[in-house]
């Protein structure tokens, strides 16, 4: 089945500010968040629910190297991204998305 993958501008701004602070670090760092990033956003179209539900329905794919969470839900063939979060941060936050 193809998945469609929605993502809507606060995940957007999630992953701009979270590759612009290791870009600013160092901008290798900013290149390779961004390749592990793509090739997970891969492997959830591959097989969204292969990733066990954590909180009301949502998913959290787990980045290699880096210690963040695509936080998702998947309906039919649509997978919405709701959230990429460092993994020390308040889920409150992501959790009123």
Do not use: C
Not at 16 to 30: S, V
Not at 82 to 88: K, L, N, P, Q
């Amino acid at each position: 089945m193809l998945y469609q993958v929605t993502v809507p501008k606060a995940a957007k701004s999630d992953i701009r500010n979270t590759f612009l602070w290791y870009y600013e670090k160092k901008k290798e760092l900013g290149f390779t968040f961004e390749s592990y990033f793509t090739k997970a956003i891969a492997s959830i179209k591959t097989n969204p629910l292969k990733t066990q539900i954590r909180f009301k329905g949502n998913r959290v794919y787990f980045l290699q190297k880096f210690p963040y969470g695509i936080h998702y839900r998947v309906k039919e063939n649509r997978i919405l991204i709701i959230a990429v979060f460092h993994t020390s941060q308040d889920s409150s936050e992501w959790t009123t998305r």
